[in-house]
């Protein structure tokens, strides 16, 4: 069984309780115009071009065997990810995000810091992307690593059938689900897809006793304005919700945006640190949802 991963990153502390190793799976059913992470987006394997070492010699174009490369150097859906432009560029101007993986090649990694795990309450974040994208792959990966008695987590935005989310979600220990908005039509707006079926998975996961944390990241003229806090905290009470984790906006992912040859919606947006939010956050605590930052303890 193997699955595209894009990035695997030991010692988080950001990604559920204690110190955790997050697997990054690519896909992403959303596409949030402020995406920290815009290479995860694509479910496949993805060359990169960086335009200040290529030198337009088109020996990419010629070498590749699915005819992948334009006279441009734009790159079409028919590449493969077989990286044979990668590896033969004679001035290294190309580089990919995603590699295939194996369920025991990613395990393997994982449980070389079992001790910090077991120190800290930690364990093992799967996140994308969407984590729920590569649903056999996700399914293998957490049965193999819950076998191994690891905390398992997944970062999901809830954009997944009904059928996958179900045969999932209830796998998990605990479930770091996004909440972008209430309002369909704005939270299409932002990442294009509606709120319904999220909504959905959100009240099945809630009903079904599922261990859940809400958490908003908080968007510059999306979804940070007072009337924005009151009515996600009076969506997350409708839920059953009483506790979120704000996420300020920041800009860590704008650099990837030009390698991707992407342009950023959120260029030249000032990040938000939690000073910012106080005011925001005490509406979600009037209304009683307990609202914290990533360094407070929930």
Excluded at 128 to 148: C, D, I, R
Excluded at 226 to 251: N, T
């Amino acid at each position: 069984m193997e699955g595209i991963v894009f990035n695997i990153q030991k010692f988080s502390i950001h990604d559920g309780p204690g110190i955790r190793t997050t697997v990054f799976l690519k896909g992403c059913p959303l596409h949030c115009k402020w995406c920290a992470n815009p290479e995860s987006q694509s479910p496949h394997i993805q060359i990169i071009r960086d335009d200040d070492l290529c030198i337009h010699c088109h020996h990419c174009q010629k070498i590749c065997p699915k005819q992948a490369i334009l006279e441009d150097l734009n790159i079409t859906s028919a590449c493969d990810g077989c990286l044979t432009c990668v590896n033969e560029c004679p001035v290294h101007a190309l580089s990919y995000e995603g590699k295939k993986m194996s369920v025991e090649d990613v395990v393997k990694i994982c449980l070389q810091d079992r001790d910090f795990y077991e120190e800290s309450g930690g364990g093992v974040t799967i996140s994308g992307g969407e984590g729920m994208m590569q649903p056999p792959f996700v399914k293998a990966l957490v049965t193999a690593l819950k076998e191994e008695h690891i905390h398992v987590a997944i970062e999901t935005t809830g954009y997944a059938s009904e059928q996958v989310f179900q045969e999932l979600a209830p796998l998990f220990d605990l479930l770091l689900f996004d909440v972008k908005h209430y309002d369909d039509a704005k939270h299409q707006e932002g990442t294009g897809v509606t709120h319904q079926l999220i909504d959905t998975n959100m009240r099945y996961a809630i009903a079904h006793h599922i261990p859940l944390l809400a958490r908003i990241p908080v968007i510059p003229g999306f979804n940070d304005s007072l009337e924005d806090a009151e009515g996600l905290a009076a969506y997350l009470l409708s839920c059953q919700i009483d506790k979120v984790q704000l996420l300020p906006f920041h800009q860590m992912g704008e650099n990837k945006y030009a390698k991707l040859h992407r342009n950023y919606a959120y260029t030249n947006v000032k990040a938000y640190h939690e000073e910012d939010l106080e005011e925001y956050a005490n509406l979600f605590r009037k209304q009683g949802v307990n609202a914290f930052f990533h360094t407070e303890k929930s």
